[in-house]
């Protein structure tokens, strides 16, 4: 669709949710909503709840530009529901946006592609899990590292476990790949420059993705020319094996003999100051407002 018939669509900006990614949600949601304004397009900010459908309803949207993290908006629960409305929306399908926040699922599809990711298995509340330490222990389906641990020592193990039990659903243990931390951005299939992430102390946890100024991030991450074109690969790979559309964020550690692991997939990857996706976009020239034009255009218009 062309853009000027694109700037006479009612577009929502939903944002916000009710997952505990909320309130980095509605960042990212008041940030592509100034975008889109500057952009000349017709945008309203939505707040997700539970009474979303009532009010997408009322709201009388044409396109849904989703701006959600984490649980009941990443996992294709709204795109379930626009697609039940026939609201075309921003970003992957409901399979694929659900299989890539069950990260344990994902690890299983990934693998069946040949898709190069850590070892792990999914705690089942008794056994302790048998996978030689160091691990990471992680909810399975949460965001933005929130409650993931990495455990060294078996005396930790347990702790790490019921602490990622508190956030609901399956508990995923993956082995602890020592290594350089990467992510690479995909917009339509398209990969941008590769980015280094170097927490300045611990992992590239919560805090460190969010708190300004407690990570440095290097893009294009300075890698050589093969080893940059093997990570690239093993991360359109996810993407394809997940059947992801749109843009998404491919999350890589790259142990010491420069073999890349693909961690997980974001659907829907943050788009605050702080986030690394715009900071792909701009390495090849593309101003902010600009990234949010190219996702918008990629909505499935014609879907509906």
């Given at each position: 669709?062309?853009?000027?018939?694109?700037k006479?669509?009612?577009?929502?900006?939903?944002?916000?949710?009710?997952?505990e990614?909320?309130?980095?949600s509605?960042?990212?949601g008041k940030?592509?909503?100034?975008?889109?304004?500057?952009?000349?397009?017709?945008?309203?900010p939505?707040d997700?709840?539970?009474?979303?459908?009532?009010?997408l309803?009322?709201?009388?949207?044409?396109v849904?530009?989703?701006?959600?993290?984490?649980?009941y908006?990443?996992d294709?629960?709204?795109?379930?529901?626009?697609?039940?409305?026939g609201i075309?929306y921003?970003?992957?399908?409901v399979?694929a946006?659900?299989?890539?926040m069950?990260?344990?699922?994902a690890?299983k599809?990934?693998l069946?592609?040949?898709?190069?990711?850590?070892?792990?298995?999914v705690?089942?509340g008794?056994r302790?899990?048998r996978i030689?330490?160091?691990?990471?222990?992680?909810?399975?389906?949460?965001?933005?590292?929130?409650?993931?641990?990495?455990?060294k020592?078996?005396a930790g193990?347990?702790?790490?476990?019921?602490?990622?039990?508190?956030?609901g659903g399956?508990?995923?243990?993956?082995?602890?790949v020592?290594?350089r931390?990467?992510?690479?951005?995909?917009?339509?299939?398209?990969?941008?420059p590769?980015?280094?992430?170097?927490?300045?102390?611990?992992?590239?946890?919560?805090?460190?993705?969010y708190?300004?100024?407690?990570?440095d991030?290097?893009?294009?991450?300075?890698?050589?020319?093969?080893?940059?074109r093997?990570?690239?690969?093993?991360?359109?790979?996810a993407?394809?094996?997940?059947?992801c559309?749109g843009?998404a964020?491919?999350?890589?550690?790259?142990d010491g003999?420069g073999?890349?692991?693909?961690?997980?997939?974001?659907?829907?990857?943050?788009?605050?100051?702080l986030?690394?996706?715009?900071?792909?976009?701009?390495?090849?020239?593309?101003d902010?407002?600009?990234v949010?034009?190219?996702?918008?255009?990629?909505?499935?218009?014609?879907?509906?």
């Open positions: 669709m062309k853009i000027s018939q694109l006479k669509k009612r577009i929502g900006v939903l944002m916000g949710g009710i997952s990614e909320r309130e980095i509605l960042k990212t940030a592509i909503l100034d975008a889109l304004k500057a952009k000349g397009y017709k945008a309203i939505i997700v709840g539970r009474d979303l459908g009532r009010v309803k009322s709201k009388k949207i044409d849904a530009f989703l701006a959600l993290h984490g649980r908006g990443e294709g629960c709204v795109q379930g529901l626009l697609e039940v409305m075309p921003t970003g992957s399908g399979k946006s659900a299989m890539a069950d990260k344990a699922t690890k599809v990934m069946h592609h040949g898709v190069s990711t850590p070892a792990s298995t705690y089942d008794k302790a899990p030689k330490l160091p691990v990471v222990v992680k909810p399975a389906s949460q965001g933005s590292a929130i409650g993931v641990s990495i455990v020592k078996a193990l347990k702790k790490a476990l019921a602490y990622a039990e508190g956030f399956k508990v995923l243990v993956e082995k602890f020592e290594g931390e990467l992510t690479v951005a995909i917009l339509d299939g398209r990969v941008l590769t980015i280094e992430i170097r927490p300045k102390k611990g992992f590239y946890d919560f805090n460190a993705k708190t300004r100024g407690m990570t991030f290097i893009v294009p991450a300075p890698l050589s020319k093969s080893v940059d093997k990570v690239a690969k093993e991360a359109v790979a993407y394809a094996a997940l059947g559309s843009a964020r491919v999350d890589v550690i790259l003999k073999i890349p692991y693909v961690l997980e997939v974001n659907t829907i990857p943050g788009m605050t100051s986030s690394l996706f715009p900071r792909a976009a701009a390495a090849v020239g593309m902010y407002p600009a949010v034009e190219e996702m918008l255009k990629g909505a499935g218009l014609d879907k509906f």
